[in-house]
């Protein structure tokens, strides 16, 4: 018995070696990219002290080009939009920036469903590499389930599914983007199609919390914010996320405005990558008519 103990307890032992050896590496190639999308969320949550943030999902990385603001607002940029990546993930950003500077203004690029949707927990992995030391990320990360504080205990855990992107962002072979902003450039040549209206749902209210704790972030710091909803090539009669969005942001008194019907963009697919994402031409188009709204909100007089 005692023998078994004593091998239990190596077994452990190396096991605990293994995995913190693993980790460490793996944490030193993660923070070494120097390209992807990755390296930019590091850039968002640790490095970046621009004056203007975007905060959003693909819709925001892709639809806001930096010169527009950076010319127009005499002000520095950076976007810190990320693919797939919805509520809980841009609250999670927001508090980390906040742990190192105040920015000036924050554009909110809406999008994403206020329902439950298990995805977008299990997205929240994105964040992972950062729990450890960003505590204050903590509690909006421990909602993918009441283990992760246990699991977290793994060195390992945090980049399991990371390894081909860590490789990508170490070989300098991810997108870079520009500020980050990263560009599309193809072209939408289908018809402009009639989708599904979204009506009421059952709120997650874990969702609807995050996003509040996201708008109210903004108010206590005395930060300028803008929630906008940006173009696509599609009609829809009603959007209960936009509409539960606009009550919200109504109810905060921060503006809000709706671009998804904006007939600038329905009737103009060259302007779009795909039906959801505009490409650079219409990055570039939908940026200046944001940057008048910004400037109207600010008090300065609007530039053409």
């Known amino acids: 018995m005692k023998k078994f103990i004593i091998n239990g307890i190596l077994g452990l032992l190396l096991v605990y070696l293994f995995d913190l050896g693993v980790g460490k590496v793996l944490e030193y190639y993660y923070f070494k990219q120097e390209s992807g999308f990755q390296h930019r969320t590091t850039i968002s949550m640790e490095e970046t002290e621009a004056d203007m943030l975007v905060f959003g999902s693909s819709r925001a990385n892709h639809h806001y080009y930096p010169d527009v603001f950076i010319n127009g607002l005499n002000k520095t940029f950076y976007n810190t939009g990320r693919d797939g990546n919805f509520i809980f993930y841009q609250t999670a950003v927001l508090k980390s920036v906040l742990q190192r500077y105040k920015p000036k203004l924050i554009l909110y690029d809406f999008s994403g469903k206020f329902c ?24 909006i990360v421990n909602l993918r389930s009441s283990f992760e504080p246990i699991k977290n205990f793994s060195s390992i855990y945090p980049y399991n599914s990371t390894l081909a992107n860590i490789v990508i962002g170490n070989r300098n072979l991810g997108k870079k983007g520009t500020k980050g902003y990263v560009s599309l450039t193809g072209e939408w040549n ?38 906008c909803v940006s173009p ?33 963009f329905l009737k103009s697919s060259q302007l779009f990558d795909d039906k959801e994402h505009l490409n650079d031409s219409g990055a570039k188009l939908y940026s200046k ?16």
């Open 232 to 264: 696509v090539f599609y009609t829809y009669d009603k959007d209960y996320s936009i509409t539960l969005c606009k009550q919200v942001c109504n109810e905060k008194n921060i503006p809000f405005y709706d671009f998804t019907k904006d007939e600038r």
């Open 289 to 304: 008519i944001t940057l008048n709204i910004i400037r109207e909100q600010l008090g300065m007089s609007k530039k053409d």
């Open 190 to 227: 289908e018809p402009l199609k009639e989708h599904k209206s979204i009506e009421k749902y059952e709120v997650d209210e874990k969702k609807l919390a995050i996003f509040n704790e996201f708008l109210n972030l903004c108010k206590q710091n005395d930060i300028p914010l803008v929630v």
């Open 116 to 139: 439950y949707v298990q995805e977008d927990y299990d997205r929240m992995s994105s964040l992972l590499p950062y729990y450890r030391k960003h505590l204050e990320i903590r509690d």
